[in-house]
Structures are given as structure tokens and as C-alpha cells.
């Protein structure tokens, strides 16, 4: 005979019917799928009493038609609402539902989905391990540093010849509770992937073997010139350390990347609004939006991702000449954003860790506009 089974099913308040079919033989000569053992009516109308078990229910004669299976069907296991489920299994919805996946460290190719984490797991995670900063000794830089010492993160903060900067940037790190060193590397000269990462080797000391969580490549120098007015070798030494530094670091990185960790770069508002008076400049941060949505898919099947974001004009040093000071250019500058206010280093920073954190683990190949709405 052919058994229904219905339920009754509310969803915002309006009512929804299910109907279970289950095919059951009528004699010796009438062909059923094979069901496995003979389960209980209330194992049929339960899935999640299987699942709690260790296993899925995989039934081909059960008609999975309503709101809730369909939302489900990708995680392989049927989900009732919490109404139908017994009493004694629906404080454990979320456990069910979420299930803790393979360490993504041992795990090559393509990463299961991180629906199925757990979410007690999630919200116990805490930031942690090696996070890389170029540029850090002051501005947009110092503030990303800054802010991913208090996410949990130990530190590390490139510099080029600032000692006293980044000093200051570290003190002001481990004076909040965090962990953090600095070292000098010159990102112009040739072969900056070596002597970069030796350099870091060299101040890590014990963590020097530890993977490296998050790389953020901040570091730049900007000619402020017309086409017409750029020296050929102004323009050559910007271009290393804006982009080939970046290449060149991230390829000698690879092996310390932590499967399941973050690459950031830090390109400019200027790629999408028009500065004349920076072109060269723009051309780097262009070079860099092109890196990363490459990188980003041939990283991907080790749950690394890569961003990058796009800060816009900002009170900084490096605009320190005509930006402090000048009560015009401020106003001018303002009106130009939706936001209506200047920016600081700390809102670029604010995002950045974002990218940088678990919470950003599905966003990868972006470029992340952090100007404020400058000229939208």
C-alpha cells in the first residue's frame, strides 16, 4: 500500500502542506526501492534523529517539495523547522545543521562549504597568527598594523628607513595587549621577494617558521607629475615598489601562506577617479587591482583569499603639503564624497581587517572602494 503523510507547516504565518509519499510493497511480486532497514514512522518524519547518528537520510521515494528541503537539498540532509523536530532535539538545531568540516590545513583543492561549519566554532574563533604589513610606520599603513594587533594578530612591520616610526607603531601595539616587531626592507631594490622575507627571517627569530595568516602590501610612493613632467627614472622606481615589489613578495610567500589565509592590497580611489597630476601613480594601483583577481583564483583552492581595497583621498602624511592646513582644498575634498567628512587612516585600517578576517572568508577577487563615496 501507499502510505501519505502529511504535515501541517507554518512559514511567516501562512500555512504550508507537505506530503511524504512512502512506497511500501504489496506482496512478493511488487517491486520497492530498497529503503534499508524498516525505520519507524517518526525516523521518516525526523531526518535529523538520522543525522544525529552520523548519517544522512537518503530516502528516493520521499517527496521533498516544501520551502524547507528545497533551502536544504545542497547540504545534503533535510531540515525540518525546529515546531516539528521532538522535543528533545530542538536545542540541537544548529549542530545538526552545521557540522564541523575537515581542517582546511589538510585539505588540497576544492575547500567544503563553510555553511556547514559549526557555529559554536565560529564564534569561539579568535584572530591569530603572523600578520604582514609593508609600509607600516605611519598612515593608512600604521593604522592597518594598529588594528590587526588588536584583532589578536602578531604583527609585522615593514619599513624602509623610519626605525623610530615603526618603533612607535609597535610600542603602541604591545602597549594595547598585542604582539608585534619590526623590520627594514628596501622594496625599490631588485630583488625585493629575497631580501624582503630575509629580512623578515631575520627579526621573526622563533616565529620566523610559523605561516604567515594575512600579507597586506601597502607600501607605496607616489610622483606627483603630469605625464609630460615624469623623469623615466621616477617613474621606473615607483613602479617597482607600488607593483613589482608586490609580485615579487607575494611569489616568494607562497610558502609561507597559510591555507585559509588573506592577502590584501591596498590600491587607490585614483584608478577610478581621473588625477591627471598622478598618472604614473594611477598605473601602478591599476597594476595591482590586475594582480589580484588572478592571484585570487589561483589561490582559491587553498582558501586563501585576495582583495584589495581602494582608499581615497585621506589625512595623511603623505598629503600632509597640500591638504593640511588648507582650509579650501579640505571643504573642496569634502563635498566631493557622499559622506561629507575628510577620511582618516583608521577607516581605510577598519577595512582592511575586515578583508582580513573570518568573516570575510566567501569574499575573494574584489576590489573594495573605501573612498567614502568620493565623486560616485
Request: proline letters at 6%; one cysteine or more; aromatic letters at 4%.
Amino acid at each position: 500500500m501507499t502510505e501519505f503523510i502529511r504535515d501541517e507547516l507554518t512559514e511567516d504565518g501562512q500555512s504550508v502542506t507537505r506530503d511524504d509519499v512512502i512506497a511500501e510493497p504489496k506482496g512478493h511480486g511488487d517491486a520497492a526501492p530498497d529503503l534499508g532497514s524498516t525505520r519507524p514512522t517518526s525516523a521518516r518524519r525526523h531526518p535529523l534523529s538520522a543525522v544525529s547518528q552520523g548519517r544522512t537520510q537518503h530516502d528516493p521515494c520521499r517527496r521533498r517539495d516544501n520551502f524547507y528541503s528545497d533551502r536544504n537539498r545542497s547540504w545534503g540532509v533535510e531540515v525540518l523547522p525546529p515546531r516539528q523536530l521532538p522535543r528533545q532535539e530542538r536545542g540541537s538545531l544548529a549542530r545538526h545543521q552545521h557540522p564541523v568540516p575537515p581542517d582546511p590545513g589538510r585539505q588540497r583543492g576544492i575547500m567544503s562549504d563553510t555553511d556547514l561549519r559549526d557555529i559554536e566554532a565560529l564564534d569561539a574563533r579568535k584572530s591569530d597568527g603572523i600578520a604582514v604589513v609593508t609600509g607600516a610606520s605611519r598612515g593608512i599603513g600604521a593604522a592597518i598594523a594598529s588594528r590587526l594587533g588588536a584583532e589578536g594578530y602578531t604583527v609585522a612591520v615593514h619599513y624602509r628607513q623610519d626605525s623610530a616610526a615603526a618603533a612607535d607603531v609597535v610600542e603602541k601595539i604591545t602597549a594595547a595587549g598585542g604582539t608585534a616587531f619590526s623590520f627594514a626592507a628596501d622594496l625599490a631594490e631588485p630583488d625585493t621577494g629575497t631580501a624582503f622575507w630575509a629580512s623578515y627571517d631575520a627579526a621573526a627569530g622563533a616565529l620566523r617558521d610559523a605561516p604567515v595568516q594575512v600579507l597586506v602590501n601597502n607600501a607605496a610612493i607616489i610622483v606627483n607629475a603630469a605625464i609630460e613632467d615624469t623623469a623615466a627614472e621616477d617613474f621606473i622606481r615607483q613602479q617597482h615598489v607600488n607593483s613589482t615589489a608586490p609580485f615579487l613578495i607575494i611569489k616568494a610567500a607562497l610558502p609561507r601562506l597559510a591555507d585559509g589565509g588573506r592577502v590584501v592590497n591596498v590600491s587607490s580611489g585614483a584608478t577610478r577617479v581621473p588625477i591627471p597630476g598622478i598618472i604614473g601613480y594611477t598605473m601602478t594601483k591599476g597594476a595591482l587591482e590586475a594582480l589580484t583577481l588572478p592571484l585570487a583564483q589561483h589561490l582559491g583552492p587553498r582558501g586563501i583569499t585576495v582583495n584589495a581595497v581602494r582608499p581615497g583621498t585621506t589625512d595623511t602624511d603623505m598629503n600632509a603639503d597640500w591638504l593640511r592646513g588648507n582650509s579650501e582644498a579640505a571643504a573642496n575634498l569634502v563635498a566631493q564624497r557622499a559622506l561629507r567628512r575628510m577620511g582618516g587612516p583608521a577607516d581605510v585600517g577598519d577595512v582592511v581587517a575586515l578583508l582580513a578576517s573570518h568573516d570575510a572568508r566567501w569574499i575573494t577577487g574584489q576590489i573594495i572602494d573605501a573612498t567614502g563615496g568620493e565623486r560616485l
